[in-house]
């Protein structure tokens, strides 16, 4: 008899448990579900993003023989970069300056050397278009 009553309640313990956990992971996971749009998509329509790719780009800035937008090579991934600052108008004035600059130090040791042809708009431009590529 003991035993019964025993597996009853952890029976209906088991299965409050269960419904409790179930309901709150179907809420997290609604809002996803519907019409799935890559976040590359919307992005490639942003003027902003565009201005910077092209900045980015054009061969004699070189910015793409150092860095990728994924991986790591010379430079960090600009993904990476993107996930590191906020963006903000204070960290694209920073980062357009060491654009233009140079500089080493926040991702190793390899340094980046001066961009000094680049125009500080466009370098603004790149920096724009490097921190919209943020992951999270
Ligand atoms: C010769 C290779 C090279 C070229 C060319 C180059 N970079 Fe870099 N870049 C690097 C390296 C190396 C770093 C990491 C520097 C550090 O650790 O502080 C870096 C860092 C950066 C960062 C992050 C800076 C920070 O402080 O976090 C940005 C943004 C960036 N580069 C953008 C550009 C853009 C835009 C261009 C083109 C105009 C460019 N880079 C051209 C090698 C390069």
């Known amino acids: 008899m003991k035993k019964t009553i025993l597996a009853v309640s952890l029976l209906a313990l088991l299965a409050s448990c269960g419904s409790?956990?179930?309901?709150?992971?179907?809420?997290?996971?609604?809002?996803?579900?519907?019409?799935?749009t890559k976040p590359a998509d919307d992005l490639s329509s942003n003027p902003v993003y565009q201005k910077g790719l092209a900045v980015v780009s054009e061969s004699k800035n070189l910015c793409l023989t150092c860095h990728k937008i994924e991986d790591k090579l010379q430079g960090p991934a600009y993904r990476e970069v993107a996930n590191k600052y906020e963006n903000t108008d204070e960290n694209v004035k920073k980062l357009a300056e060491k654009v233009k600059k140079g500089g080493s130090g926040v991702w190793g040791d390899i340094p980046m050397p001066p961009n000094a042809a680049i125009s500080p708009e466009d370098a603004e431009a790149a920096v724009r278009y490097i921190l919209l590529l943020k992951s999270k």
Do not use: M, S
Not at 20 to 25: H, L, N, P, S
């Open 20 to 36: 409790g956990d179930g309901k709150k992971t179907d809420d997290k996971k609604e809002p996803q579900t519907g019409t799935e």
